[in-house]
């Protein structure tokens, strides 16, 4: 190194905030010796104006080449300070700060002990500074489209959103038809507008919008790459129909042999469709699939004859030849919006879902109470004979929430408002029905929800707090067990019908896509975001955000809120078009390299890749960074057994001498 | 060793979880001992073992190394790297003869300063415990 650094050191008094603690004429005395240092000043506030207007006219004056600021955590002014470096013409990366607020005089009393701590902390950043090296923050180009993951209802706002912005999108959705659990419901709380009469519109502009190309019953596969530069892969799987030659007329349908035999998923199994169906009749697109695990044709290779739903189809869509199909494409963002599943209540055995079959779960009871559900919006409990209209309903709350004994310690959000939202559904319908809600909480937090709990009260349904602990069949009747615990009374409550308000669970396939991304699960299962206040729809990885339940549980106006501000964040990175990348990363020394490959397989980013380069006359096999994969967490350099591998700003030789330092500063 | 002796701690602190946390501390006004220096390192998974043996050699008389919970870090892997790394160092350590309480791992997040204040007290009384470190010591600073 010919040319000496020349270190100019600032302590910050920060009011009365470090001096109280600090002696900070002491430190910026003691920092004046330090070897390189040419400037150590103490100022009030360095990170006002004045403060920063010092430190720019130093790097001018005294031709400083490194700057050292003790002051807050580098958390709080990293970014402010390597500022005031670059107005100054100097490289941002040669600043070093020394946290001597939050690491030092706020957490000690002492005044002699507090001043030998900040001195070391400083000294120990001079080290440093000395060492650093300059960094440039490379801009990558950004991809102008987006992929967005799901096609419920958060989904299909962000894909909105960002169509609107006049951005390409690609929206990806598992099953035949966009529109996820919102479809499935009668009416939301706690307005009881009717869900698809607000759903459907936003559905068909999904189908419709000129930027959107919408991909149902399809998967991703694959997505690689990096922040702006994603390569995605769509598996469309086979239809068996030609999707641009059905008019979803459902003459096939009509024809299929196995018509009203398979248990369709929309209606929660309640409802019965053919082989080739289309789930509900608002379905976008409204263009019929063929189950290829119950189609006579597909299973057995024989239907009849000759299968029905060919000869009913007049434009002759039907095609059992079709095969996948593999899209490709690249976007710069990505939106995760895959949903959840609702807690299977079976798991819960003392509530006998799946044991009896009036017991049921929300999202069935919403199927039945909806006019285009299986009973045509009658509520009736079996069929025939054993059909019964009860007049008896208990709700039970919190099943699959707040209970650590299925592990699953969260309020799912929903529960409490769709069962007063179900309660008054029954009421409305069967005006006859007692109807009683056990519950632990009532948690009625939105806007208007409160108010909608009071009116289902003065309507009728009564609230009676505690958990049953038992469901037990007596004749016809099914018992709850319970006890008041406002009351301090047990009670054995004969009822016709149990619904069980099932909380929200991670879907079970979520970790299809943490493979996928390499995205991280909070504690509960969900997405994790990357904050979760000032970062609600960022993930850890840049350019992948989260939008509705995926990130865990909501309603539908948060749902939506956060698929509008999933769309921005994605809009801020396309609209800008370029983003910058860390510069922190790490950096190979091919002449040092053995190409063992340690670091490639330590990397979880998959940022590391071996390459083949000419030395001096050789062929030798060396590592080599992406840079915008690189995300500088330094793991690699740690592994690295020649120390061919280092991470920037925190090198080896950047690192030991603050080790040195402080060792030796006893 | 005296009463007087005050140990001479060197931390390695992932700048996502146990910085953060240790910041919250500060910002909380909670109280804790000053022997602990800290360095910051974007991940604890960047801390190579040999800064511990560097330390412990340069004078310091306890190593603390402290990251994200496990499933918890910022690059989602690090700390698992960290705690192989130094599970395995803690034996390598008490095989040569250095003291166990003289290397301290923690999990502390960005949320948790109180956990931080009882990591530097607990870290702090073990290495009063077994007083200075000398065995690896070089004589001065050599940068």
Redesign the interface.
Known sequence: MNNKPRIGVYVCHCGANIAKTVDVEAVSEFASHLPYVKVARNYAYMCSDPGQLLIREDIKNEGLTRVVVASC????HELTFRKTLAAAGLNPYYLEMA?I????S?????RD??T??AK??VY?AV?KARLLEPLTEKEVEVEPSALIVGGGIAGIQAALDIAAAGFKVYMVEKTTSVGGKMSQLDKTFPTLDCSACILTPKMVDVASHPNIELMTYSKVEDISGYVGNFDVKVRKKARYVDMDKCTGCGACAEECRLRGTIPNDYDMGLGKRGAIYLPFPQAVPAKYTIDPDRCLMLTRGKCGKGPKCVEACAVGAVNFEQEDEIVEFKVGTVIIATGYEIFDASKKPEYGYGQYPNVINGLELERLVAASGPTGGEIVIGKGDKAMVPKEVAFISCVGSRDDSVDKPYCSRVCCMYSAKLAHLILEKLPEANVRIYYMDVRAFGKGYEEFYDRVRREGVHYIRGNPSEIFKRGDKLVVKAEDTLAGRPLEDEVDLVVLAVGLEPRQDAREIIDIL?L?QSADGFYMEAHPKLAPVDT?TDGVYLAGCAQGPKDIPDTVAQAKGAAASALILLSSGQVKVQA?ISIVDESTCRGCGFCVE?C??GAIELVEINRMGNMAQVARVNEALC?????C???CLSGSIQ?RS?K?QQ???????????? | MSEQF?P?V?AFLC?WCT??G??L???S????E?NV???????S???????VV???????DSVLVSGCHP????????NY?ARR?FTLMKELLDYVGVDPQRFHMSWVSASEGNKW?DVVGEVVKETKEVGSFEQFQRD????
């Open positions: 955590s580098p958390r709080m946290n607020r939050e690491h030092c706020w957490v000690h009393t002492d002990e507090a030998a701590k070391r902390l120990s080290a390499k991280s850890a922190q330590i979880p980013y995300k500088g967490c330094g793991a350099a740690a592994g991470q925190f080896d690192i030991l001498p603050q080790i040195a330092v402080l060792g030796a500063m006893k | 005050e001479n060197v700048n910085y953060a240790a910041d501390a500060g910002t006004r909670m109280h804790y000053p220096n800290i360095i910051r390192v974007m991940c998974g960047r801390v190579n073992p040999l800064f560097n330390a412990l050699q340069q004078g310091a499933g918890d870090c910022h690059y989602m892997e690090g790297y790394r204040k001065k600073i050599n940068w």
